[in-house]
């Protein structure tokens, strides 16, 4: 039932217009009309993304109408998507844009940029110009305030490239019962792409770190969903030695391409093995504090787990909560997808990624027996650290009839997923529990 709803969600073009064309200019591309503009023009911003839904440079863009569809694409009424994102992709909310990638669209070693999951809790920003974006470094805990432009950043520091998987604190949230409140995500808010940029430590060695430094913390250029102007969408941090780790980048570059508008473009945090929340988007502010970090959704229960487990359904007070750091070691099968069928006598193939946060995953086991025993996969070794590992089996079955394959990823230090959907929280956090895929088997 709820796949179903989630399918409605996806709407033809033509009815998406004629709903609301000014929604539909917002919801498709980023982006309303220009406030002092009396032909009502779509911003430049805008077309940018309509390009990238074309195919190709809008030509004359600037005299495009607002509320109206490209010819290009007005020739289908197929389900729409989000620009530059796979199709496949499931749309979890529009304001804001928040979509997962379905579990048989991350097999790959690296997730395209197309295909990599979408969640933000504000609005991106518009007009961005990369020759002009500026990113400032100051704080109680800094020694001097510096600014600099995405080219003194290039040009200044060294450039990284490591292979960074970034997960949302919520993904696996669908399980939890009672249900907890936040997007519905599945196993899809998770990534692991080749980012490229300068060590984030090199930048606040240049502009100075006291040592009464505690945490770091950023601010984006994303506006909030309510549109009122300077009210900050979401600000959060890490402890300063994260930031000090030489896997922590501010990245500009994705797969050797520009970084997604969805995905923060032209310049975002990532820290990987910590909630991506943490990876701030659209990065114009690194804040160097001598305290926890206490920006947007860095209080109250955002982000934070119990301290001590608690019953289902249970209320926790605010200071009963702690941050979440380390995210816990994952699985998950990416072929094939989950309702194959195949005939008695052949063999499964089945591959997938596994993940920890500092740890390397030291195993991956499948089981079609739920849990009664346990068969290794194979397991490739990590790029880098904080970078998942890709795992593949041959699978022979018994005889005819329906099964399911779970995965079951563990450490060097052993600790391994739960086969069940972890300690309940009110916000539905850090749901790690195996993977489990449906196969049936016929004669």
């Not at 984030?200 to 505690?214: E, I, P, Q, T, Y």
């Not at 955002?302 to 070691?329: F, H, L, N, Q, T």
């Not at 990590?382 to 990823?409: C, H, L, M």
């Amino acid at each position: 039932m709820k796949r179903k709803e989630e399918e409605e969600k996806k709407i033809g073009i033509h009815e998406l217009y004629a709903q609301d064309p000014e929604q539909a200019d917002e919801l498709l591309w980023g982006r309303s009309t220009t406030p002092d503009s009396r032909r009502g023009f779509i911003r430049k911003s805008a077309l940018t993304a309509m390009s990238l839904a074309l195919g190709a440079r809008m030509v004359f863009a600037e005299n495009f109408p607002a509320g109206m569809i490209p010819a290009g694409l007005a020739h289908s009424d197929e389900p729409f998507g989000l620009p530059g994102k796979h199709p496949g992709l499931i749309i979890l909310n529009d304001k804001p844009i928040n979509a997962e990638t379905p579990a048989e669209l991350l097999d790959d070693d690296l997730t395209p940029n197309d295909r990599f999951f979408v969640r933000n809790n504000g609005t991106p920003p518009t007009d961005i110009n990369p020759a002009t974006w500026t990113l400032t470094i100051e704080g109680e805990s800094a020694q001097q305030r510096k600014s600099y432009t995405l080219a003194e950043l290039k040009a200044k520091f060294e450039h990284h490239t490591y292979h960074l998987t970034i997960e949302c604190g919520g993904n696996g949230r669908k399980e939890f019962n009672p249900p907890a409140k936040g997007n519905q995500w599945t196993v899809g808010a998770v990534g692991c792409a080749a980012w490229t940029g300068v060590r984030l430590r090199d930048v606040l060695n240049d502009v100075g770190v006291k040592s009464n430094a505690v945490y770091v913390g950023y601010i984006g250029e994303d506006t909030h969903i309510s549109g009122t102007p300077g009210k900050v969408v979401i600000s959060r941090g890490v402890p300063i030695d994260k930031a000090m780790e030489e896997e922590s980048l501010i990245a500009w570059s994705m797969n050797g391409q520009d970084i997604p508008l969805l995905n923060g473009y032209p310049l975002r945090l990532v820290f990987g093995g910590y909630p991506a929340s943490c990876s701030g988007k659209w990065l114009s502010k690194i804040l160097i504090r001598n305290k926890v970090h206490d920006g947007e959704k860095m209080t109250g229960q955002s982000y934070r787990m119990p301290c001590k487990p608690v019953p289902p359904g249970a209320k926790v007070a605010d200071e009963d909560m702690c941050i979440i750091e380390s995210m816990p070691i994952k699985s998950v099968v990416t072929y094939p997808k989950s309702g194959a069928t195949i005939k008695r006598g052949q063999q499964l193939p089945i591959r997938g990624s596994a993940w920890s946060a500092e740890r390397p995953v030291a195993e991956v086991a499948y089981s079609i027996d739920f849990g009664a025993t346990w068969h290794p996969c194979t397991l490739a070794t990590r790029a880098n650290r904080y970078a998942w590992q890709r795992f593949s089996a041959k699978i022979t079955f018994p005889q005819d009839g329906y099964y399911e394959v779970w995965a079951k990823a563990t450490d060097d230090n052993g600790v391994s997923q739960p086969m069940l959907v972890p300690g309940w929280n009110p916000r539905g956090y850090l749901n790690n529990a195996c993977h489990r895929i449906a196969i049936k088997v016929v004669v």
